[in-house]
């Protein structure tokens, strides 16, 4: 596993998809400032992979929210079936509360076979949720709070996203280049 290569083409994603097509207007301030962590879990199994997320989550909460305000963890050898990742969901939101750590961290979920409910698998609208390697994403909830206050119709975003990738179609997702 080259975590050079992993950490490389999720930073690609997050500039070209998650910053350059918008899908995240909170995430290029966080980018340019330098102020996410990018980690690679060895992990083949799921329980190894939540000792990684323990890890993370309370890395997370010990840092500087100046110096980390969130991080990626990238696990490409395990949970790789969506379905499996999914289900996975539940045992990290138990361990956010487990760690006493709800309220105060959070966990967003992105995947390459990424499918919301109801949603065929091509549908284009699954790509905003789509990342080049299974990612758990932990969030600072003091960091969504700033950025909800800031931008006054957040529930906007997930309609924008829509209308981006409607316009983008597949042809424009692949002309980005990215891993997956």
């Known amino acids: 596993m080259n975590q050079e290569q992993i950490i490389q083409d999720t930073r690609d994603w997050v500039v070209k998809a ?3 097509l918008n899908l995240c207007p909170f ?3 966080v980018h340019v400032n330098d102020r996410i962590r990018y980690v690679v879990s060895e992990a083949t199994e799921p329980e190894a992979l939540l000792k990684d997320l323990a890890r993370e989550l309370l890395t997370l909460n010990r840092a500087d929210p100046e110096e980390i305000d969130t991080t990626l ?3 490409p050898n395990v949970l ?3 379905l499996d990742f999914n289900d996975f969901l539940d045992a990290a939101d138990a361990l ?3 760690l006493k750590l709800d309220g105060i961290l959070q966990i967003a979920d ?3 076979g990424y499918q919301f409910d ?3 698998a091509d549908d284009i609208a699954n790509y905003s949720n789509r990342s080049p390697y ?5 969030l600072r909830e003091d960091s969504i709070e700033r950025a909800v206050e800031s931008m006054p119709d957040t529930a906007s975003i997930y309609e924008s996203n829509l209308e981006t990738l409607d316009k983008l179609g597949h042809e424009g997702w692949r002309q980005l280049g990215l891993k997956g």
């Open 80 to 82: 790789t079936d969506f």
């Open 73 to 75: 963890v990238i696990h």
């Open 96 to 98: 956010v509360e487990e």
């Open 27 to 29: 995430a290029k301030a």
């Open 134 to 138: 299974p990612t758990l994403h932990i």
């Open 18 to 20: 998650v910053i350059g």
């Open 118 to 120: 109801g949603s065929a």
């Open 110 to 112: 992105f995947h390459p």
